[in-house]
């Protein structure tokens, strides 16, 4: 059974703080590994990840993925209180995508 | 504006009776596939169609139907055969048969269904 898990399950910080999210997973015909923003409803994507050792960016964010060990991570330097929101990590094989329970981060002011 | 539209946004429905959550898009994608999201955890995958007429069961089918008689359409049914259908519903769309794209979803902004 394909398996996507992520952790922390939650998380608080303080502006300013920079935070690292973890994503493991396991599943067959495995193609790309995806992350996602969650802030009220519906999911916005950040950044899809295809070849172990290349780093994404985009502004703070980053994301990496490492095909050996099965594992992401999502960093996000500096953070802002407008970065409060569900972080969602997502397997894609063969035509569908299998996601983690996501983790909540909080950014106190 | 591209997007996909999700009806209604919220639904309440007594035990016993099937309602029809609505997705349409109009971005031309052609897969379209239904989450299921509780409190504190993340999507589940309830079915996905990758071209019209034609749909997958996902890892949570059981008490639900879809149909996908149109590109751009993809309702979901959940039947009262669904033992704890109280969940907030999401849609999403994605192109398919392109590797470097298939992959990034779209989302609706969810239905949430409450059953009384």
């Known amino acids: 059974e394909d398996k996507v898990v992520q952790s922390p399950l939650s998380l608080v910080v303080h502006e300013g703080d920079t935070v690292t999210l973890n994503c493991s997973y396991e599943?067959?015909?495995?193609?790309?590994l995806l992350w996602y923003k969650q802030e009220k409803k519906a999911p916005t994507f950040l950044f899809m990840l295809?070849?172990?050792?290349i780093e994404k960016k985009s502004g703070r964010l980053s994301s990496i993925l490492d095909k050996k060990e099965l594992f992401s991570i999502l960093n996000i330097t500096a953070t802002q209180t407008g970065d409060s929101a569900i972080y969602l990590c997502a397997a894609y094989n063969a035509g569908k995508s299998t996601f983690g329970d996501g983790t909540t981060l909080t950014v106190k002011p | 504006d591209g997007g996909i539209t999700q009806s209604p946004k919220y639904l309440f429905r007594k035990e016993g009776q099937n309602v029809t959550l609505s997705c349409e898009q109009n971005l031309n994608h052609d897969a379209m596939y239904w989450y299921r999201q509780d409190p504190g955890q993340g999507l589940r995958l309830i079915y996905y169609s990758q071209i019209v007429n034609d749909f997958q069961k996902g890892d949570i089918a059981e008490g639900y139907s879809v149909s996908r008689e149109k590109k751009e359409s993809f309702p979901l049914t959940v039947t009262s055969a669904q033992k704890n259908p109280t969940a907030f519903y999401l849609c999403a769309s994605s192109r398919a048969g392109v590797p470097s794209g298939a992959n990034v979803l779209t989302f609706g902004a969810g239905s949430r269904l409450t059953v009384l």
């Open positions: 599943v067959t015909n495995f193609r790309s």
């Open positions: 295809t070849s172990s050792g």
